[in-house]
């Protein structure tokens, strides 16, 4: 469904407003409901997206800055509109008052990420009154959301123009309604099933590129924002991701992560037999020495899928497991649709495939009314398991999903002292796991320089460990061997081991 408002806003900031405009007919919000319903209508993927011919110029002598909030498929997407922008005539940059153009790709996942958009959007206002002539546009998933689009059009004024997730390939001609109207444009679908295959990209780096596998998510787990603001999940054809990464390969990219908000269900959607499994054993076979894959779910990775990432080679050996919960009633109340156990028997199949694997994942506490026994046992599967580091969060209610409106009982204080507890284990046990790592020899793809030291490079392990080591800068981008000294929480200082310097393939 297309909601789409023109509402009369001056972008000067002087004139007053009638805000009751904007609730006329004609005017429809994105709708939470909408998202929420799940049509049988086909996926369409689309080859044919164009720059129109009107818009061809738009950009030129101008500057954009993308603000980037959230996951890495937000960044992705903004990759993606990079390159949209830059097809526009836009070039880069980083200082906000050299901008033309500055879009704030949001999220929506929890509340204290909103409010870092609202403040930003507020510390705006002013270098928008000195500029009036600049576009502020607010894309991403909190403009999916009605009460955000809402709040915009009543206290910010300042912001030219709203589009959602499903809408990034119309930024041409978004932007050009935005710069040639004196009203803030607003365009969000709330219900989308299409692919668009040929988005041009400025990518970040040449080391690392991310790959869209399937979008949108079909799991309603009660407290999440995700399966409104993303729509439903729609799997890209296979050939047209294995054409991506072969170019990235041919580009002398070094890794790839496949992504998805739930890439355990990709495949779902086509009418033949088709998984991530089968997908991972393809892209296995394409001469990059490292491909990874994010965001699992724990119910829907099968046995074929542990069966190929167990052949190794380039698939490496970490996986990103969300739990969210180490208890079961809780894991029911959150829509999770597996159990303590279950989740334990797919660790066991994990380990058993691939003895050295490192095993991260995410967390909520203080889910409504949870108890300290309940609690209890997120901390004891912590252990059980043994992960190598984690997320950690405080359930943040989400309007519009099941669990906002569960009555919670628990006050905040306690949630804030269970987060702390549990960070004190996720804390102990990535020192632990690091250790066993000291006088060992790990393959490291060096990614730059260190953010706090210029003389020390800086790079990854298979298993996604941070390692810094001294070595020339010509190394960046290579795969090399680094014998590791020291272990800390969260990184792994080496030496690097100029013998055993890993050719690329
Ligand atoms: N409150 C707190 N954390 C949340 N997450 C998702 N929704 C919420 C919420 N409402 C966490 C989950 C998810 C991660 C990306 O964010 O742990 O895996
Ligand atoms: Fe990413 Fe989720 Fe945030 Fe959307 S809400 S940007 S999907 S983390």
């Given at each position: 469904?297309?909601?789409k408002?023109?509402?009369n806003?001056?972008?000067d900031?002087?004139?007053?407003?009638?805000y009751a405009?904007?609730?006329?007919?004609t005017?429809?919000p994105?709708s939470?409901?909408?998202?929420?319903?799940?049509?049988k209508?086909?996926?369409?993927?689309?080859?044919?997206f164009?720059?129109?011919e009107d818009v061809?110029?738009?950009?030129?002598?101008?500057k954009?800055?993308?603000?980037t909030?959230?996951c890495q498929?937000?960044?992705h997407d903004t990759e993606v509109?990079a390159?949209?922008?830059?097809n526009?005539?836009y070039?880069?940059?980083?200082?906000?008052?050299?901008?033309?153009?500055?879009l704030?790709?949001?999220c929506?996942?929890?509340e204290?990420?909103?409010?870092?958009?609202?403040?930003e959007?507020g510390?705006l206002?002013?270098l928008?009154?000195?500029?009036?002539e600049?576009?502020l546009?607010?894309?991403?998933?909190?403009?999916?959301e009605?009460?955000?689009v809402?709040?915009?059009?009543?206290?910010h004024?300042?912001?030219?123009?709203?589009?959602g997730?499903?809408n990034?390939h119309?930024?041409?001609?978004?932007?050009?309604?935005?710069?040639?109207s004196?009203e803030?444009?607003?365009?969000v679908?709330s219900?989308?099933?299409?692919?668009i295959e040929?988005?041009p990209r400025?990518?970040?780096?040449?080391?690392?590129?991310w790959?869209?596998?399937?979008?949108?998510c079909d799991?309603?787990?009660?407290y999440?924002?995700?399966p409104?603001?993303?729509?439903?999940e729609r799997?890209r054809?296979?050939?047209d991701?294995?054409?991506?990464?072969?170019?990235?390969a041919?580009?002398?990219?070094?890794?790839v992560?496949?992504?998805?908000?739930?890439?355990?269900?990709?495949?779902k959607?086509?009418d033949?037999e088709y998984?991530?499994?089968?997908?991972?054993?393809e892209i296995?076979?394409?001469?990059?020495?490292?491909i990874?894959?994010?965001?699992?779910?724990?119910r829907?990775?099968?046995?074929?899928?542990?069966?190929?990432?167990a052949?190794g080679?380039?698939l490496?050996?970490?996986?990103?497991?969300p739990?969210q919960?180490?208890?079961?009633d809780i894991?029911?109340?959150?829509g999770r649709?597996?159990?303590?156990?279950?989740?334990?028997?797919?660790?066991?199949?994990?380990?058993?495939?691939i003895?050295n694997?490192?095993l991260?994942?995410?967390?909520?506490?203080g889910?409504?009314?949870?108890t300290?026994?309940?609690?209890?046992?997120t901390?004891?599967l912590?252990?059980?398991v043994?992960?190598?580091s984690?997320?950690?969060f405080?359930y943040?209610p989400?309007?519009g999903t099941?669990?906002?409106?569960?009555?919670d009982d628990?006050?905040?204080?306690?949630?804030?002292e269970?987060?702390q507890?549990l960070?004190?284990v996720?804390?102990?046990t990535a020192l632990?796991?690091?250790r066993n790592y000291?006088?060992?020899v790990v393959?490291?793809?060096?990614?730059?320089e260190s953010?706090?030291?210029?003389?020390?490079?800086?790079?990854?392990?298979?298993?996604?460990?941070?390692?810094?080591?001294q070595?020339?800068?010509s190394?960046i981008?290579?795969l090399v061997?680094?014998?590791?000294?020291t272990?800390k929480?969260?990184t792994?200082?080496g030496?690097?081991e100029?013998?055993y310097?890993v050719k690329s393939s």
């Amino acid at each position: 469904m297309t909601n789409k408002v023109s509402a009369n806003n001056s972008s000067d900031l002087k004139s007053e407003k009638d805000y009751a405009k904007y609730f006329e007919t004609t005017y429809q919000p994105p709708s939470l409901r909408d998202a929420r319903r799940r049509g049988k209508e086909e996926v369409n993927v689309h080859y044919d997206f164009e720059i129109p011919e009107d818009v061809k110029n738009i950009g030129a002598d101008r500057k954009y800055l993308i603000r980037t909030y959230g996951c890495q498929m937000n960044e992705h997407d903004t990759e993606v509109m990079a390159g949209i922008l830059e097809n526009l005539g836009y070039e880069a940059t980083t200082v906000d008052e050299e901008a033309d153009v500055i879009l704030l790709n949001t999220c929506a996942i929890r509340e204290n990420a909103e409010n870092k958009v609202f403040g930003e959007i507020g510390h705006l206002k002013a270098l928008k009154r000195e500029k009036p002539e600049l576009i502020l546009g607010v894309c991403g998933c909190m403009s999916q959301e009605e009460s955000v689009v809402n709040r915009i059009l009543q206290k910010h004024p300042q912001v030219d123009l709203i589009f959602g997730t499903h809408n990034i390939h119309r930024l041409p001609t978004l932007l050009k309604e935005a710069l040639f109207s004196k009203e803030m444009v607003v365009e969000v679908w709330s219900k989308e099933g299409d692919i668009i295959e040929n988005l041009p990209r400025v990518r970040k780096g040449n080391i690392s590129g991310w790959v869209n596998i399937m979008y949108g998510c079909d799991k309603f787990c009660t407290y999440c924002i995700v399966p409104y603001t993303r729509g439903k999940e729609r799997s890209r054809l296979p050939e047209d991701i294995i054409e991506e990464v072969r170019q990235l390969a041919r580009h002398g990219y070094q890794e790839v992560t496949l992504l998805g908000q739930n890439v355990n269900a990709y495949g779902k959607d086509f009418d033949f037999e088709y998984g991530l499994g089968h997908l991972m054993d393809e892209i296995r076979k394409i001469g990059i020495p490292r491909i990874r894959f994010t965001t699992s779910h724990p119910r829907d990775f099968d046995d074929h899928l542990i069966e190929v990432l167990a052949k190794g080679g380039n698939l490496v050996e970490h996986i990103h497991l969300p739990v969210q919960h180490g208890n079961s009633d809780i894991l029911k109340l959150m829509g999770r649709a597996y159990t303590r156990e279950q989740y334990l028997e797919l660790v066991r199949k994990i380990k058993a495939a691939i003895p050295n694997v490192v095993l991260t994942t995410d967390i909520i506490v203080g889910f409504p009314n949870e108890t300290e026994e309940q609690f209890e046992e997120t901390l004891s599967l912590y252990r059980e398991v043994g992960y190598d580091s984690a997320y950690t969060f405080i359930y943040s209610p989400r309007e519009g999903t099941p669990a906002a409106r569960m009555k919670d009982d628990v006050p905040m204080s306690v949630k804030k002292e269970r987060l702390q507890r549990l960070n004190a284990v996720v804390n102990e046990t990535a020192l632990e796991k690091n250790r066993n790592y000291v006088g060992e020899v790990v393959e490291v793809l060096v990614q730059g320089e260190s953010k706090k030291n210029k003389d020390v490079l800086t790079g990854y392990t298979r298993g996604n460990k941070v390692v810094h080591f001294q070595g020339p800068k010509s190394l960046i981008g290579q795969l090399v061997n680094v014998r590791i000294t020291t272990a800390k929480t969260w990184t792994l200082d080496g030496e690097l081991e100029e013998m055993y310097e890993v050719k690329s393939s």
